[in-house]
């Protein structure tokens, strides 16, 4: 760690010497833009201060009673979120679906040590056979496919939640995880499961309770269980890659559960090897009686009769296009949460002009189930419930947008790559320099009411704005290698001289003398390091890959407490003596003020260490056990965004503010309190908004704002997404949001196609009906609806 510290006193020192420069170009009338520099140094110090510190974490590693405390806590907070979205996605509601798995009779998809074992049976609705069944596979790896539908995700639920509830203290943690962003080019299958655990659970990311290396640690004990969730849901070309990572870098003998189709199972296999010491599981078709008696049982007993007159027709055509789609599992929980509620007749699916074929039946169930949701919520609560044509709208929006980035999983702090504002990096220069414009709008007619200002100065105080454009450019164009911290410390000062640039010229009306080359010199390094002070402690300007995580409080505070009052102490010393110096500079011809400039540079100095001591603790701060809503989520993101913008306006004009009043003031705290005042009203929205574009609440509020709007989205998307989430539309997916099937995702778009060319004559073309056919809540079914078939969810996953 001494290296950092020399690179801190050697950055203050050059800082120090362009200070010295710029006095020796301008002498004494360059003073004030000297001034400025200098108290940057101090603020500079701080800074670098608290990065000299940090050095390496604490912990090189996790002890036992960590690693211990990690798997509890985390098995504690995979169960309560599982229990609570397997309630949402209805699984037991009245009771699983009765799905049969057995071992896989494709022997080119089993490992070649492997025998398949004809004994292995288990019932989905059954917790115990689950857990006996995994517990009693080679090595407890398994292999689940299936076709689309067929329940996969639904096993994987409910395996993770039957161990979870006959775990034993020393039992290893099943964690479910969705394949789609794993990217073997990128990370191998160990850290990438490292950091989704990481990220999918915050909590665990508290480095003074749970350690630095308890993830790892568990990994290398083989005291987690991960379930990867969708091999088909990563891109067909990247599949055999997975695969391959799967057997190449994990240990072959360490549990997991992998689940994918099985055509998307058999296409990697042929390019890689199965995967390696694992059980293959399938289900057997779901029989028809079954499902039907399993979706009774969630029927109003006064539509019993309903449902036995689509018994008994099938049973005297059990060959029926609605006979065949039962058989899926999908399809039944489909036709359950459609015609269960009772306000469907179930008998309608009997028709065979309305549904001459299966894929008729399936894309009738995928089309009304929004509208037959939301009319049934409407109607169980007038007051709050959403327009279901709205809602649909909404939901379409999402499913578009989802496939034009080509995933599965919403994410809030991901909506801003949808819109061109905000991922052009001109066009979001243009946002944010208008986002800052309005702040100067807002802030500077104050320093004409409350300062005396003239009204002249507040165009030419807005102009400082300009500072955003250049460092906004370049944050955008940051290399992907700024991975150590010489790089992004260099690459920092790079992006904040060019902001004092850009803003030198509305600074140097503002400079006495009359040397304008000299001001610009001046006013470009003053604001340059003032800037830099801001991007060390934010960050550059640009949107983050992901959210901050948990909300300031006083947890590990002492621990905390003496870190935080060194930052204060070193700051408030440094700065003490740097003011001293420079007033004994100063006024070396006349009264010595010595002890004063020591009381006042140990004032500012204290209020700045406060100010870096107060980032330091909004930053890091860490999830609490019970957060696990994702409006809690992005509260947090917010709160975190708003207290950093004002710490770093604070930290952006307060060296300047300190050095202006030992320079035309008397030098007491109260003189300190106006100028900083009026250096926040004059431009300390520069320094908030540099530290809210470092976060992702503000770019979500943008593209919300823009997509609510044109009616694209609803401007209380949270709550419309809860909802969703709550009538089974939507599932959660740890931090994010997916659609309850891929299925589902991919018909919306084309269903409003249909809706649309059931107006025209040419949808209807080149088959017998001649018009299109509505199901009673008014959803055509048009002749392109039923010519897709399966192959709408094909082409989703080949995105």
Same mark, same amino acid.
């Given at each position: 760690?001494?290296?950092?510290?020399?690179?801190?006193?050697?950055?203050?020192?050059?800082?120090?010497?362009?200070?010295?420069?710029?006095?020796?170009?301008?002498?004494?009338?360059?003073?004030?833009?000297? !001034?400025?520099?200098?108290?940057?140094?101090?603020?500079?110090?701080?800074?670098?201060?608290?990065?000299?510190?940090?050095?390496?974490?604490?912990?090189?590693?996790?002890?036992?009673?960590?690693?211990?405390?990690?798997?509890?806590?985390?098995?504690?907070?995979?169960?309560?979120?599982?229990?609570?979205?397997?309630?949402?996605?209805?699984?037991?509601?009245?009771?699983?679906?009765?799905?049969?798995?057995?071992?896989?009779?494709?022997?080119?998809?089993?490992?070649?040590?492997?025998?398949?074992?004809? =004994?292995?049976?288990?019932?989905?609705?059954?917790?115990?056979?689950?857990?006996?069944?995994?517990?009693?596979?080679?090595?407890?790896?398994?292999?689940?496919?299936?076709?689309?539908? #067929?329940?996969?995700?639904?096993?994987?639920?409910?395996?993770?939640?039957?161990?979870?509830?006959?775990?034993?203290?020393? %039992?290893?943690?099943?964690?479910?995880?969705?394949?789609?962003?794993? %990217?073997?080019?990128?990370?191998?299958?160990?850290?990438?499961?490292?950091?989704?655990?990481?990220?999918?659970?915050?909590?665990?990311?508290?480095? *003074?309770?749970?350690?630095?290396?308890?993830?790892?640690?568990?990994?290398?004990?083989?005291?987690?269980?991960?379930?990867?969730?969708?091999?088909?849901?990563?891109?067909?070309?990247?599949?055999?890659?997975?695969?391959?990572?799967?057997?190449?870098?994990?240990?072959?003998?360490?549990?997991?559960?992998?689940?994918?189709?099985?055509?998307?199972?058999?296409?990697?296999?042929? +390019?890689?090897?199965?995967?390696?010491?694992?059980?293959?599981?399938?289900?057997?078709?779901?029989?028809?009686?079954?499902?039907?008696?399993?979706?009774?049982?969630?029927?109003?007993?006064?539509?019993?009769?309903?449902? %036995?007159?689509?018994?008994?027709?099938?049973?005297?055509?059990? %060959? #029926?296009?609605?006979?065949?789609?039962?058989? #899926?599992?999908?399809? !039944?929980?489909?036709?359950?949460?459609?015609?269960?509620?009772?306000?469907?007749?179930?008998?309608?699916?009997?028709?065979?002009?309305?549904?001459?074929?299966?894929?008729?039946?399936?894309? &009738?169930?995928?089309?009304?189930?929004?509208?037959?949701?939301?009319?049934? #919520?409407?109607?169980?609560?007038?007051?709050?419930?959403?327009?279901?044509?709205?809602?649909?709208?909404?939901?379409?929006?999402?499913?578009?947008?989802?496939?034009?980035?080509?995933?599965?999983?919403? =994410?809030?702090?991901?909506?801003?790559?949808?819109?061109?504002?905000?991922?052009?990096?001109?066009?979001?220069?243009?946002?944010?320099?208008?986002?800052?414009?309005?702040?100067?709008?807002?802030?500077?007619?104050?320093?004409?009411?409350?300062?005396?200002?003239?009204?002249?100065?507040?165009?030419?105080?807005?102009?400082?704005? /300009?500072?955003?454009?250049?460092?906004?450019?370049?944050?955008?164009?940051?290399?992907?290698?700024?991975?150590?911290?010489?790089?992004?410390?260099?690459?920092?000062?790079?992006?904040?001289?060019?902001?004092?640039? /850009?803003?030198?010229?509305?600074?140097?009306?503002?400079?006495?003398?009359?040397?304008?080359?000299?001001?610009?010199?001046?006013?470009?390094?003053?604001?340059?390091?003032?800037?830099?002070?801001?991007?060390?402690?934010?960050?550059?300007?640009?949107?983050?890959?992901?959210?901050?995580?948990?909300?300031?409080?006083?947890?590990?505070?002492?621990?905390?407490?003496?870190?935080?009052?060194?930052?204060?102490?070193?700051?408030?010393?440094?700065?003490?003596?740097?003011?001293?110096?420079?007033?004994?500079?100063?006024?070396?011809?006349?009264?010595?003020?010595?002890? =004063?400039?020591?009381?006042?540079?140990?004032?500012?100095?204290?209020?700045?260490?406060?100010?870096?001591?107060?980032?330091?603790?909004?930053?890091?701060?860490?999830?609490?056990?019970?957060?696990?809503?994702?409006? +809690?989520?992005?509260?947090?993101?917010?709160?975190?965004?708003?207290?950093?913008?004002?710490?770093?306006?604070?930290?952006?004009?307060?060296?300047?503010?300190?050095?202006?009043?030992?320079?035309?003031?008397?030098?007491?705290?109260?003189?300190? =309190?106006?100028?900083?005042?009026?250096?926040?009203?004059?431009?300390?929205?520069?320094?908030?908004?540099?530290?809210?574009?470092?976060?992702?609440?503000?770019?979500?509020?943008?593209?919300?704002?823009?997509?609510?709007?044109?009616?694209?989205?609803?401007?209380?998307? *949270?709550?419309?997404?809860?909802?969703?989430?709550?009538?089974?539309?939507?599932?959660?997916?740890?931090?994010?949001?997916?659609?309850?099937? /891929?299925?589902?995702?991919?018909?919306?778009?084309?269903?409003?196609?249909?809706?649309?060319?059931?107006?025209?004559?040419?949808?209807?073309?080149?088959?017998?009906?001649?018009?299109? &056919?509505?199901?009673?809540?008014?959803?055509?079914?048009? /002749?392109?609806?039923?010519?897709?078939? &399966?192959?709408?969810?094909?082409?989703?996953?080949?995105?």
């Amino acid at each position: 760690m001494r290296w950092r510290w020399m690179v801190a006193w050697l950055l203050c020192t050059v800082a120090t010497g362009v200070l010295m420069c710029v006095w020796g170009l301008g002498g004494l009338d360059q003073v004030s833009a000297a !001034a400025s520099v200098f108290g940057t140094v101090v603020g500079l110090l701080g800074v670098l201060a608290v990065w000299a510190w940090q050095g390496k974490p604490r912990h090189s590693s996790s002890d036992t009673g960590q690693i211990t405390e990690t798997a509890q806590t985390l098995a504690r907070v995979v169960r309560r979120r599982w229990e609570d979205e397997a309630i949402l996605r209805q699984l037991f509601e009245p009771a699983p679906l009765p799905v049969i798995w057995t071992c896989c009779r494709r022997w080119e998809l089993t490992d070649r040590t492997m025998r398949p074992d004809s =004994a292995i049976l288990c019932h989905a609705d059954a917790p115990d056979e689950l857990v006996e069944t995994f517990k009693r596979t080679t090595r407890q790896r398994v292999v689940v496919l299936g076709p689309g539908g #067929s329940g996969k995700t639904t096993f994987a639920v409910l395996l993770v939640l039957a161990l979870l509830r006959t775990r034993n203290t020393d %039992d290893p943690v099943p964690v479910l995880c969705p394949l789609s962003s794993f %990217d073997p080019s990128r990370e191998t299958a160990r850290d990438w499961l490292q950091r989704r655990v990481t990220e999918d659970y915050p909590v665990l990311s508290d480095v *003074q309770r749970y350690g630095t290396s308890s993830i790892v640690e568990l990994l290398t004990e083989h005291r987690l269980v991960p379930v990867f969730d969708g091999l088909d849901e990563v891109p067909e070309a990247r599949q055999s890659e997975v695969l391959a990572a799967l057997n190449n870098t994990l240990p072959t003998n360490a549990p997991l559960v992998l689940t994918c189709r099985t055509d998307d199972y058999a296409r990697a296999v042929q +390019e890689a090897t199965p995967l390696a010491n694992a059980t293959v599981l399938e289900p057997a078709p779901l029989h028809v009686g079954e499902a039907l008696a399993a979706i009774r049982l969630a029927a109003p007993t006064q539509r019993r009769p309903e449902w %036995d007159a689509l018994a008994a027709h099938l049973s005297q055509t059990p %060959d #029926s296009p609605v006979g065949h789609v039962l058989t #899926s599992p999908l399809m !039944a929980t489909m036709a359950r949460s459609v015609y269960a509620g009772g306000d469907r007749d179930p008998t309608e699916l009997t028709d065979l002009r309305r549904f001459p074929t299966l894929p008729a039946v399936e894309h &009738h169930l995928l089309d009304v189930l929004i509208p037959t949701l939301y009319a049934r #919520s409407q109607r169980q609560f007038p007051a709050g419930g959403w327009n279901a044509e709205k809602a649909r709208r909404y939901l379409t929006f999402l499913a578009q947008g989802l496939s034009r980035q080509g995933t599965f999983d919403f =994410a809030w702090w991901k909506l801003h790559t949808w819109s061109s504002a905000l991922t052009n990096p001109w066009r979001r220069v243009a946002t944010w320099l208008a986002i800052t414009l309005v702040g100067h709008l807002v802030t500077n007619p104050f320093l004409v009411l409350f300062f005396g200002a003239s009204w002249e100065t507040v165009p030419m105080c807005m102009a400082q704005a /300009a500072a955003v454009v250049p460092m906004f450019l370049l944050s955008s164009r940051a290399p992907v290698a700024l991975t150590t911290i010489g790089h992004r410390t260099g690459f920092s000062a790079l992006v904040a001289l060019s902001g004092g640039l /850009a803003v030198s010229p509305a600074a140097v009306p503002f400079l006495p003398g009359a040397n304008v080359a000299h001001k610009v010199l001046g006013a470009t390094v003053s604001i340059g390091l003032c800037l830099w002070l801001v991007v060390l402690a934010a960050g550059l300007p640009a949107p983050p890959e992901r959210p901050n995580r948990g909300c300031p409080g006083i947890a590990q505070w002492s621990r905390r407490l003496p870190r935080a009052l060194g930052i204060v102490a070193s700051v408030a010393v440094s700065s003490s003596l740097f003011f001293a110096s420079y007033t004994a500079y100063l006024h070396r011809d006349g009264e010595p003020r010595f002890l =004063a400039s020591l009381r006042d540079g140990l004032v500012i100095g204290a209020v700045l260490g406060i100010g870096l001591a107060f980032f330091r603790w909004i930053r890091s701060a860490s999830a609490a056990d019970d957060q696990e809503s994702l409006e +809690e989520t992005l509260r947090a993101d917010r709160l975190l965004a708003l207290l950093g913008g004002g710490a770093c306006a604070l930290l952006f004009v307060l060296p300047d503010a300190g050095v202006r009043t030992s320079i035309w003031f008397a030098n007491t705290v109260t003189d300190l =309190a106006i100028v900083t005042a009026f250096r926040l009203l004059d431009n300390g929205v520069i320094g908030f908004v540099l530290a809210l574009a470092t976060c992702a609440w503000p770019y979500y509020v943008i593209a919300r704002f823009q997509f609510a709007a044109r009616g694209q989205l609803p401007w209380r998307l *949270q709550a419309f997404l809860a909802d969703a989430h709550r009538l089974g539309i939507l599932r959660r997916v740890n931090s994010t949001y997916q659609f309850r099937h /891929a299925r589902l995702q991919s018909r919306l778009p084309k269903a409003l196609s249909c809706r649309s060319h059931a107006l025209l004559p040419t949808c209807q073309a080149h088959i017998p009906i001649q018009q299109p &056919h509505c199901d009673p809540s008014g959803v055509p079914t048009c /002749a392109a609806s039923r010519r897709e078939g &399966h192959r709408s969810e094909t082409k989703m996953r080949d995105m």
